[in-house]
């Protein structure tokens, strides 16, 4: 399996921040979980996405009722993936591992399993965040192509163009194929997946016939075939573009860097894991407090990969201190004022990242 490895020998940045986070959290005698914010929250999401379900197979609803629905419950469902699932697959929802364990299977309620999900984000992607041959969430190619160590082929020329289509259709191929991909081929992209328990095997297998049955089996005794289709495409539309476009925000950005290591190798960053992050990592819109609530605080992405045991709703706070050690330790704090600058700037990088290798590095000597 291909390796990388840090020069965490310096790692007085991390020592400092670490050091300086305790002491807030100490200092005003709150917990690094979550508090009555996120619980709230949680109430408010999980309410709305009930009852756009509840109306969706009990009301006698029009067609462009019946869609508006799927609309918002797309958009809760993305919400709850944020706000709640994130933080309790982190175990930082809650002190009770219990709880997170539970509110953590939520993301299995939407279809997906929790359990490759915990491996494929916690360990391998804030490990090995924009590593390519690792980081399987930058594993997209042929179909689109993140950083310059990625094969160029002739339709990466207009993928900027298709990205919407392909993001808005990213939930069905997470649910119907990459996760059974991992699950009979063993592998999170180049990793090898922990060995599952029977316990694990039936939650797996028992999630997927209940998100079945709710999703697809129950709908189509209600709206018929041709209707739910078409309702079960705009949910997964909604979910997919919001959740695509928040989690490529945070590294596939302009000023983000990229490492690559290939099968079987081993490379050395010499730079310190925590500095790392600050490379590879980006905020967007931090003062937008709308869209910080609908996202689960992932528009302060530095903090997260920095402290993913702290829970989302301590970021603003965090953020400060974070972007005055980051000045003191002369490392850069990407991070774009509006969600609609940071949108912009993802769609730059992938047409730069579109153009066929040898005209991209003409243009760049040329500038």
């Known amino acids: 399996m291909a390796k990388i490895t840090f020069s965490n020998s310096n790692n007085d940045f991390y020592q400092s921040l670490k050091a300086s986070v305790e002491a807030y959290f100490t200092e005003n005698k709150i917990k690094k979980t979550g508090d009555w914010r996120l619980f709230s929250k949680t109430i408010i999401l999980v ?49 009770h591992p219990k709880l997170n364990d539970f509110l953590g299977l939520s993301l299995n309620a939407m279809g997906a399993s929790s359990y490759f999900w915990k491996q494929k984000h916690n360990i391998i992607h804030h ?23 990625q094969k160029w082929v002739p339709a990466h020329k207009v993928q900027y163009l298709y990205l919407l289509p392909v993001y808005s259709l990213s939930t069905i191929f997470w649910i119907y194929i990459m996760d059974f991909t991992k699950y009979f081929s063993r592998k999170i992209f180049t990793t090898d997946a922990w060995k599952m328990s029977t316990k694990n095997h039936i939650i797996f297998w028992a999630t997927k016939a209940m998100y079945a049955a709710f999703y697809i089996v129950l709908p189509i005794m209600v709206w018929g075939f041709g209707p739910w289709l078409l309702g ?5 539309a909604v979910m997919g573009l919001i959740l695509s476009l928040v989690f490529q925000l945070a590294h596939v950005v302009e000023n983000t860097e990229f490492e690559h290591v290939g099968l079987d190798a081993t490379k050395h960053v010499e730079t310190a894991w925590a ?37 989302h709703v301590h970021y603003p706070a965090v953020s400060k201190i974070v972007m005055e050690k980051a000045k003191a330790f002369n490392l850069p704090y990407n991070k774009y004022d509006t969600m609609s600058a940071a949108v912009a700037s993802h769609f730059r990088v992938m047409k730069q990242l579109g153009k066929k290798p040898e005209q991209a590095m003409h243009q760049v000597q040329a500038a």
């Open 275 to 311: 500095e790392f992050q600050m490379k590879t990592t980006a905020n967007f819109a931090m003062g937008n407090k709308v869209i910080s609530w609908f996202v689960g605080g992932l528009n302060y992405q530095i903090e997260h990969h920095l402290f993913p045991r702290i829970s």
């Open 47 to 95: 309410t709305v996405a009930l009852t756009m379900y509840g109306l969706l197979m009990l009301a006698p609803l029009a067609n462009w009722q019946a869609l508006l629905c799927c609309v918002v419950l797309g958009g809760a469902l993305a919400s709850i993936g944020f706000s709640v699932m994130h933080d309790a697959n982190h175990g930082s929802y809650s002190t």
């Open 232 to 236: 079960y495409f705009v949910l997964n």
């Open 127 to 149: 490990t090995y965040t924009n590593v390519d041959g690792i980081d399987d969430d930058i594993a997209k190619s042929p179909i689109i192509r993140h950083c310059e160590s």
